[in-house]
């Protein structure tokens, strides 16, 4: 780990810790989170980790910039790795099927594997959530089984169904809204990954973990999963 201060805005320090994606990074990450919320306290607006990067937004009316940059040297000059196990792991029941999934035979036919290989690699990780972006409770996930990663679509599509699973490059996500995207789509869940009535609370959180378990069609529909083809949505 070796830490950096970059400017981001007038009120918000870039701190990065890392440069490149690793899983292993995020003890670190969520680690430097916690310190930093209890350094900052009430002069902490937002704090927002990613994947090698935390952005503090703090309220420049309390405190300087010099003084912001010092509270973060200070907060995270003996910081130690977080118990990888603090994030709560979320089991995701996935219906892999082309109908809803596209883009499934294509990804395991590059992989050299058959569909149901593939759901299986898919489904063999705890894949870590890295951030919050793109959309509401979208979590980008990965890192993905070198074997089945595959690049982005060419041609994005205009329409992804909420709770569309899929993978671009190491990374996996799941669409928590009818959405634009350009991954290639694998499946679908019934699980609501982000609920407006419910004060706008993701399910899913930086640091958390995310296994993926097939399940068939009949418990997608039980589970109140919609199976309108993807293609097909209006």
């Known amino acids: 780990m070796k830490l950096r201060l970059e400017t981001a805005a007038m009120d918000a320090l870039t701190v990065r810790l890392f440069d490149a994606i690793d899983e292993r990074n995020m003890a670190w990450i969520m680690a430097a989170d916690e310190a930093l919320r209890r350094a900052f306290d009430d002069a902490l607006i937002d704090l927002i ?124 996500a799941i669409y928590p809204l009818l959405s634009p995207g350009g991954w290639n789509i694998l499946g679908r869940t019934a699980v609501p990954l982000f609920e407006r009535a419910k004060r706008g609370e993701p399910l899913l959180r930086p640091g958390d973990k995310v296994r993926f378990k097939a399940i068939s069609k009949a418990e997608f529909e039980a589970a109140g999963g919609d199976t309108t083809p993807l293609e097909e949505r209006p």
């Open 49 to 172: 980790p990613s994947y090698t990067t935390l952005l503090v937004h703090y309220d420049c009316q309390k405190l300087t910039f010099s003084q912001a940059t010092t509270l973060v040297r200070s907060a995270l000059h003996d910081l130690t790795p977080a118990d990888t196990q603090q994030g709560q792991l979320h089991e995701i029941p996935v219906w892999y099927d082309e109908s809803v999934g596209p883009e499934l035979p294509s990804v395991a036919t590059r992989a050299g594997l058959s569909v149901d290989d593939l759901i299986e690699r898919h489904c063999s990780h705890d894949y870590c959530v890295f951030a919050l972006g793109f959309a509401p409770g979208y979590g980008f996930m990965g890192l993905v089984d070198e074997a089945i990663a595959t690049p982005r679509l060419k041609t994005p599509r205009r329409r992804v169904a909420a709770g569309s699973v899929g993978i671009a490059d190491r990374q996996t």
